[in-house]
């Protein structure tokens, strides 16, 4: 996901953390990336348990120099177009955090999380989640765990359906009138760019994934005010669309108080 407020300009100081296997700790104190500019204040940090995963930590040190870049790009171009907002000192905020959500058999989920204050009515955050192959050493999507995943297929319209549901249960527990038809659940569709943020979440059972974890970021599926949401769909929700990798992998109940890392 790409902010609309980005990053800034002329004296930039970038900072860029190349540390060994034995920094971790330093790695938790300190941002990997860190700019400071007139235009703007960034910072990206990874945790240090993902450099576990050969590979992985690369890849996300690369992901994030390329977006403070892009962020920095964008603050020259609105700090042209509109200089009165950057006036009196004013400069763009930005923040990009990866953690580890879950490490169940090959498979790693990151939880990215961006803050952003664009000069505007108020700051915004957003949640994306990475899904890495251990063994491939690369991204995926939750396409190998279905038979078939086409877009507005048998499979993605059941996972829409688990998903809408659990969206109208936690709209109803904030107070949300007839949740059932709110129009924000139209932004969820049988697409897997369109289900949420989906994370594995941990089992009952060693080695086994309970379901997904979809997280829905502030305006995704209904207003600021609402703020996010993350809801949980259990693998027996579409077991019957499991693909042979998916059997495998999905099995058990929702380990027990992993709904507060969500």
Known sequence: MVMRHSTGLIAIALTLATLGPSDHAAADEKPAIEVATTLIEATASIDGSLKAFPGLYDNLLAEARRELAKQRAQAVKDRKETPDMFSEGRHYTYERNYTLRSHIGRYV??????????????????????????????????????????????????????????LVVAKKERGVEDAENDTGLDSIKPDLTKLG???????????????????????????????????????TAFKEHLSPAGVALFGGERLAGDDKND
Request: proline share 7%; with cysteine; charged share 20%.
């Open 109 to 166: 989920t990151v939880l990215r999380a961006d803050y952003m204050n664009g000069l505007g009515a108020h700051p915004n955050h957003l949640s994306d989640t990475i899904l890495w192959d251990t063994e491939a050493k690369k991204r995926i999507s939750v396409r190998p765990f279905f038979k078939e995943a086409a877009t507005g297929g048998p499979a993605l319209q059941t996972l829409t359906d688990a998903i809408r549901a659990a």
């Open 197 to 235: 943020a989906l994370a594995l979440a941990p089992s009952s059972e060693t080695g086994k994934c309970a379901g997904f974890v979809a997280y829905f970021s502030p305006y995704a599926v209904g207003p600021y005010a609402e703020g996010d949401y993350s809801v949980f769909v259990p693998w």
